[in-house]
């Protein structure tokens, strides 16, 4: 059951956010509705929580009913116990069964977007299009889950420490825009460090030691927007390329020079991507 209650959000103009919860395996999910219209569900990235969407939100809720979750492991949303990202595809499900929403549009960056792949795959009929940003559908390396397994643990014990800013940023930014937008890098820092080591270090096994989804690609019948930066360090242009080649009705746009946090890197010129392509769905 879905429990409601408002705010005034101070984001640059002050208006009305309905924030929501339900209850899964004893922990809640909390989300937020705003705007009006046709349903599309974001879903953010790792070690991030929804206001990652804000600025690109702002735009549009003027066409859309916005559910921005905070995924579980996340925020508002910790987690006790392991879980995967199939789990997290249930998940978006729940929430959008306690809306009485039969079918969403569904745009997921990164783990967001591996949660939205999952959705698409497991559940076809409640999701009417794919947004898929900076994200993947093969596995990782063995290489990367044994060491991203240890940082996990690290985590687990420690919280999301500043000693690992330095690696996350590039990995996560194109070199131009480190030097030149050093408050817009803090507060995606600030966002990590917001995060419970425990619940986010299952949400980075999750990740990490995710499932090769490539060969259900096929399967995927829902018109599809596939987006990447051109720098992308943690999800490189060819895992984007590899989707395209599997699911029938893509559009493939890579933007130059954008590294792994290209709504981040370039809200506007993403914002218009997906606003084309949602107008055209």
């Known amino acids: 059951m879905a429990i409601r209650y408002e705010f005034l959000c101070k984001n640059n103009r002050q208006k009305k956010v309905n924030v929501k919860r339900i209850e899964r395996w ?4 909390v ?6 219209g046709v349903p599309l569900l974001l879903c953010h990235g790792l070690m991030g929580d929804g206001s990652f969407w804000d600025e690109i939100a702002f735009k549009l809720q003027q066409n859309f009913c916005l559910i921005i979750p905070d995924l579980r492991g996340h925020r508002h949303s910790p987690s006790s116990l392991p879980f995967t990202l199939w789990d997290l595809a249930d998940d978006m499900i729940a929430i959008l069964d306690a809306e ?16 939205a792949l999952r959705m698409a795959i497991k559940y076809p009929s409640r999701v009417a299009s794919l947004g898929l940003i900076s994200t993947a559908a093969c596995q990782e390396s063995l290489k990367s889950q044994r060491r991203n397994i ?5 985590i687990r014990m420690t919280g999301p420490l500043r000693i690992f800013e330095a690696m996350a940023k590039k990995r996560m930014f194109s070199q131009t825009f480190l030097q030149s937008n050093p408050q817009e890098m803090e507060k995606i820092m600030k966002s990590m460090r917001r995060q419970r080591g425990p619940s986010v270090s299952h949400a980075i096994t999750a990740v990490f030691c995710r499932d ?21 360090k943690s ?12 699911i029938p009705h893509h559009k493939f746009v890579q933007l130059d020079g954008a590294g ?10 993403v914002t218009r991507h997906l606003l084309d392509f949602l107008f055209q769905t």
């Open 150 to 154: 240890r940082l996990a643990s690290l």
């Open 260 to 269: 792994h946090l290209a709504p981040t890197e370039r809200p506007e010129e």
């Open 31 to 36: 989300y937020e509705i705003k705007g009006s």
């Open 100 to 115: 009485k929403i039969k079918i969403a549009h569904a745009v997921g960056f990164s783990m967001g977007g591996m949660a």
């Open 212 to 232: 090769n989804i490539v060969p259900f690609l096929k399967n995927i019948a829902l018109p599809t927007l596939i987006l990447v930066g051109t720098h992308d």
């Open 235 to 246: 999800t490189p242009p060819k895992w984007s390329a590899e989707m395209a080649s599997h």
């Open 26 to 29: 004893g922990s809640e999910i």
